[in-house]
């Protein structure tokens, strides 16, 4: 059943709300709304939340998403030696507690596991002031976000839709900052948020024609383009394709870290970059930056998304709706990181369940009748299936014992008669052999240093926890255990430093000897 999602995006410039019916399997875009956000000395968050006075209310029933600005947000790609939940969320706490320039105590966060990448999670952190206000003033319109999503990851439903396999970067260009979320076979796999946009464009040709900002802002979205060569226009068109170069090139060197970063970081190098957002539309962009680059760029075309499919967006509403409709579409399918954690995690409307408690009664009657059915027409089966087997069993008796037999264990131990049961096999190895095993093959003291602080030897894995003098030490271990035929695999763990230079370490060791 579809559910009706409000997706939020509160950009500097404008705030774009997209309406979906989000179901399991498809979703259908139902109308964008759009609100400038006015100016004035106020933060940015706050002027953009007070462009929200416009949007139209939800139903009860409806599902409201809202993505918090990835310049609020801290994300952070980890490492760690373990992906089991409850411990994850300690070891992400304690890791970006000396990583960010705020007390754990002031921030809230969240993290999912990196698809196709092993032992690495994707962390968000953001103050839980911003989420306070966020949530604060959304509920004096009588609006309750049933997430808050960082919206410079929301961008995964889309690329799904258009690029499902391959790494691809969503460069969303917006006023005053860019997303780049780094998507790869339709996970989000990583994001970072610069600040550069539109505004620097903007600004560039008022200084260039010494215009109001208003009239540098309509210069640049009549005659706004990116140039691969500006020797080849006229002079009077090469200052305004100079003024925007020279905007347009500090965003370029970030596009070019970023990629660099991520292929470092994740082994993965960008197939194609994906442009949306206001600043996407300026003329040559795609082409300038897939020459720099090197990298296939082309713009996120909407009309090609099935969500998008019964709703006609123009060229500019598609470009600024993207990461409104990837909002609703990742958080309402409930696949993003969601911020409502701790004091701020999400209550449960009663009146909805309320609202729909004769729909949900209906439904569960009509599977119980099905269940009794479906149990009463496999009862039958299993009946007429035991009255062929108890027919076999009495023919295939009468013919090898010479009398018919009807009690299937009967006839088993009438079979049996005769033959001795096998002894126990006593085991060969035990746990003291492969204690014994271990001191043999570990090399002798005076080529490795080595204290165990931990040894648990069980049936099929030998769990051994240690330090010793070196990383070269702890290899020098693991190549002599795995010369040993008992020991068929060897996983190291986390290696770390301890004091005087050692290294603590931990080896999981699969014994097929015992």
């Known amino acids: 059943?579809?559910?009706?999602?409000?997706?939020?995006?509160?950009?500097?410039?404008?705030?774009?709300?997209?309406?979906?019916?989000?179901?399991?399997?498809?979703?259908?875009?139902?109308?964008?709304?759009?609100?400038?956000?006015?100016?004035?000395?106020?933060?940015?968050?706050?002027?953009?939340?007070?462009?929200?006075?416009?949007?139209?209310?939800?139903?009860?029933?409806?599902?409201?998403?809202?993505?918090?600005?990835?310049?609020?947000?801290?994300?952070?790609?980890?490492?760690?030696?373990?992906?089991?939940?409850?411990?994850?969320?300690?070891?992400?706490?304690?890791?970006?507690?000396?990583?960010?320039?705020?007390?754990?105590?002031?921030?809230?966060?969240?993290?999912?596991?990196?698809?196709?990448?092993?032992?690495?999670?994707?962390?968000?952190?953001?103050?839980?002031?911003?989420?306070?206000?966020?949530?604060?003033?959304?509920?004096?319109?009588?609006?309750?976000?049933?997430?808050?999503?960082?919206?410079?990851?929301?961008?995964?439903?889309?690329?799904?839709?258009?690029?499902?396999?391959?790494?691809?970067?969503?460069?969303?260009?917006?006023?005053?900052?860019?997303?780049?979320?780094?998507?790869?076979?339709?996970?989000?796999?990583?994001?970072?948020?610069?600040?550069?946009?539109?505004?620097?464009?903007?600004?560039?040709?008022?200084?260039?024609?010494?215009?109001?900002?208003?009239?540098?802002?309509?210069?640049?979205?009549?005659?706004?383009?990116?140039?691969?060569?500006?020797?080849?226009?006229?002079?009077?068109?090469?200052?305004?394709?100079?003024?925007?170069?020279?905007?347009?090139?500090?965003?370029?060197?970030?596009?070019?870290?970023?990629?660099?970063?991520?292929?470092?970081?994740?082994?993965?190098s960008v197939d194609q970059m994906l442009l949306c957002g206001g600043t996407s539309l300026l003329q040559g962009l795609d082409g300038y930056l897939a020459q720099e680059l090197q990298i296939p760029a082309r713009r996120l075309d909407l009309a090609g998304v099935t969500e998008a499919g019964e709703t006609a967006l123009t060229v500019e509403g598609e470009a600024m709706a993207a990461a409104a409709m990837g909002i609703a579409m990742e958080q309402g399918g409930r696949r993003g990181i969601d911020l409502r954690q701790g004091e701020f995690a999400y209550k449960t409307d009663r009146s909805v369940f309320t609202e729909k408690l004769v729909q949900i009664a209906v439904s569960v009657v009509a599977i119980l009748v099905f269940a009794a059915l479906s149990a009463y027409m496999s009862l039958n089966a299993l009946r007429k299936e035991e009255k062929t087997l108890s027919l076999q069993l009495r023919r295939a008796t009468k013919e090898v014992l010479g009398e018919e037999v009807k009690n299937p264990r009967t006839a088993l131990r009438t079979v049996k008669r005769g033959c001795r049961p096998r002894a126990f096999a006593i085991p060969q190895h035990t746990a003291f052999n492969i204690l014994d095993y271990l001191s043999r093959e570990i090399p002798a003291g005076d080529k490795v240093k080595l204290d165990i602080n931990r040894l648990d030897i069980k049936p099929g894995k030998t769990y051994l926890k240690g330090t010793a003098d070196s990383r070269s030490a702890v290899d020098d271990i693991v190549k002599s255990l795995e010369k040993h035929k008992c020991f068929s695999k060897i996983t190291t763990g986390r290696i770390s430093d301890v004091s005087e230079g050692k290294k603590q370490f931990s080896l999981t060791i699969n014994t097929e000897c015992f």
């Open 1 to 268: 059943m579809a559910q009706r999602v409000f997706g939020i995006d509160l950009g500097s410039y404008a705030v774009k709300i997209a309406v979906m019916d989000v179901g399991f399997r498809a979703s259908r875009l139902i109308q964008v709304h759009t609100f400038p956000v006015p100016g004035g000395p106020e933060p940015a968050l706050q002027r953009s939340l007070g462009a929200l006075a416009g949007m139209p209310a939800p139903r009860p029933t409806d599902v409201v998403e809202v993505g918090l600005p990835g310049e609020r947000v801290l994300l952070r790609l980890l490492e760690v030696p373990f992906t089991e939940p409850k411990k994850l969320g300690a070891v992400v706490g304690n890791e970006l507690a000396d990583d960010i320039p705020w007390e754990l105590e002031e921030v809230v966060f969240d993290y999912s596991a990196v698809a196709d990448a092993p032992g690495r999670v994707l962390a968000a952190a953001a103050q839980s002031a911003d989420v306070r206000l966020l949530l604060e003033r959304l509920g004096e319109r009588g609006i309750e976000p049933r997430g808050v999503a960082v919206a410079s990851l929301c961008y995964g439903g889309l690329v799904r839709q258009v690029v499902p396999e391959g790494a691809v970067m969503v460069v969303d260009i917006g006023h005053t900052s860019t997303n780049m979320c780094c998507v790869i076979n339709g996970r989000v796999a990583a994001a970072r948020t610069v600040s550069r946009g539109g505004h620097q464009v903007t600004d560039a040709l008022r200084q260039a024609y010494q215009l109001s900002y208003e009239e540098a802002e309509q210069l640049k979205e009549r005659d706004g383009i990116v140039a691969l060569d500006v020797a080849t226009f006229p002079p009077d068109r090469q200052v305004l394709a100079t003024a925007v170069l020279g905007a347009i090139s500090p965003l370029v060197r970030e596009l070019r870290l970023t990629t660099a970063l991520l292929t470092s970081r994740l082994g993965r």
